[in-house]
């Protein structure tokens, strides 16, 4: 069975691109399908759509002009398994145009949002020490990219060297 639910990304006209770039940056990511505007329209051979997978996840980019622009009121969450991990991701997103944002988010450079998170911060921000979750929100306030081993010092109350 196709997957049932499915993100469309809205583009200008940097679909096959965005696409592209994003499966450069996942190891596995993959191009599925690309549609292009039919003939006798405005924009006939050009790329309308394409499909492509990341991590088992399909996503299609839609090239539908410059009406609609990304915000932060959507993200995709990368959960990473560790600080390499972390970096990688960052390092990538940010690159050719992208911005570094507070508390382990990035914009990359079709402004889509991205939150880059360390394994283990359910960990840090539940559980039964409410003084613990509370001293690494804070020190997660202070961050753009989120540094697991910091985040894990504050939470138990050792000072930043």
Do not use: H
Request: charge should be negative.
């Amino acid at each position: 069975m196709a997957q049932k639910i499915v993100t469309n990304l809205w583009f200008d006209t940097q679909a096959e691109e965005a696409a592209t770039f994003y499966c450069d940056v996942f190891e596995d990511g993959r191009i599925v399908n690309t549609l292009r505007y039919p003939p006798g329209t405005d924009r006939a051979g050009t790329v309308l759509t394409v499909e492509w997978e990341l991590q088992g996840q399909r996503f299609v980019g839609i090239n539908g002009g410059p009406q609609f622009t990304f915000d932060e009121a959507i993200s995709l969450q990368i959960n990473c398994e560790g600080q390499e991990e972390v970096d990688y991701f960052w390092d990538r997103l940010t690159a050719d145009g992208g911005e570094e944002g507070p508390c382990g988010w990035v914009k990359d450079k079709y402004g889509l949002s991205w939150q880059v998170v360390p394994e283990g911060m359910d960990e840090l921000f539940s559980g039964s020490d409410p003084d613990r979750a509370q001293r690494a929100f804070e020190a997660m306030q202070k961050m753009k990219k989120l540094d697991a081993a910091a985040l894990r010092s504050a939470a138990d109350g050792v000072p930043a060297p």
